[in-house]
């Protein structure tokens, strides 16, 4: 099987990752990518990271209007929020599957999104049959699916890191803490003062206190996993270094005897993209730098638990889990295109 694959905005480190994923990708021929601004320029051109890989020097961006996306089997959306759900119902009239990078089709309330992302949503109606892109919790409801939201990066980590505790009912539901950190690429490729070089080096910033977007998208993920009443409280950070999510997670056990440690490994047994490290061992980012693989470790205090998780915020993060879900709307082996080790140093 061959899909034919269309990419809405290649341009941002989320549109590179696409690319370099699908260009290696079995069942995946690249049929379009689209850049209003960069329309006639090729992605290796643009991207010379890419040079020399048959399926990419003789794509070229073009205009949306050029792009004949209905044509496609499934179309990613690596763009702002807005554009997926002003272009969803002609793909799907057109039996285009379509997988949005972005939170047009994250948070299943339009009057939630609005006040978030400060606009309409264009096709409310349609979030009823949106599906979460978590497979780790809706894989079968995944498989099905014409309209996949990705996760945002924060709440991938965020919610796998909760969720074998919060589904066993074995923590404080609402008094759950999420300090995280983040490279600088989660911030995106558009240029901005607080992101160049000078401004991030050497330094550690905390931004979004007051509230950030992926809170209550994080608060929605929890909410399905447990009966109890969610609260979190999130701050994410910045840090100087160029990929990476770094999640530490503390919540209060209501259970002081239970085994954490086997109830994660339990949990994940046979999840291929999460690996829970053993008893005393603690991850760091660069050991899934390039990745699709979360990893978590668990440690016990008293009456409590931490919970440490790490992604690679433009794969597992972004373009990875976009590209594993791909493999599941379309009946392929999850792992395809995906199994590629981590880079170190």
Known sequence: MKLKVGLVGGTGYTGVELLRLLAQHPNAALHCITSRKDAGTSATDFFPSLRGHPALDKLAFCTPDEARLTECDVVFFATPHGVAMSQAEALLAAN????????????????????????????????????????????????????????GCYPTAVQLGFLPLLEANLVVADALIADCKSGVSGAGRTAELSKIFPEVTDSFAAYGVAGHRHHPEIEQGLRRMTRAPVQLTFTPHLVPMIRGIFATLYATLTDDAADVQAL??????????????PAGRLPDTRSVRASNMVRIAVARRPRGVTVLVVEDNLVKGAAGQAVQNMNLMFGLPETTGLTALPISP
């Open 264 to 277: 994660f490994e339990r949990r994940y047994a046979d999840e291929p993209f999460v690996d829970v490290l």
């Open 96 to 151: 285009v599957k379509i997988i949005d990078l972005a939170a047009d089709f994250r948070l299943q309330d339009p009057a939630e999104f609005e006040r978030w992302y400060k606009m309409p949503h264009a096709c409310p109606h349609l979030l009823k049959e949106a599906v979460y892109g978590l497979p780790e919790v809706n894989r079968a409801a995944i498989r099905q699916a014409r309209i996949v939201g990705n996760p």
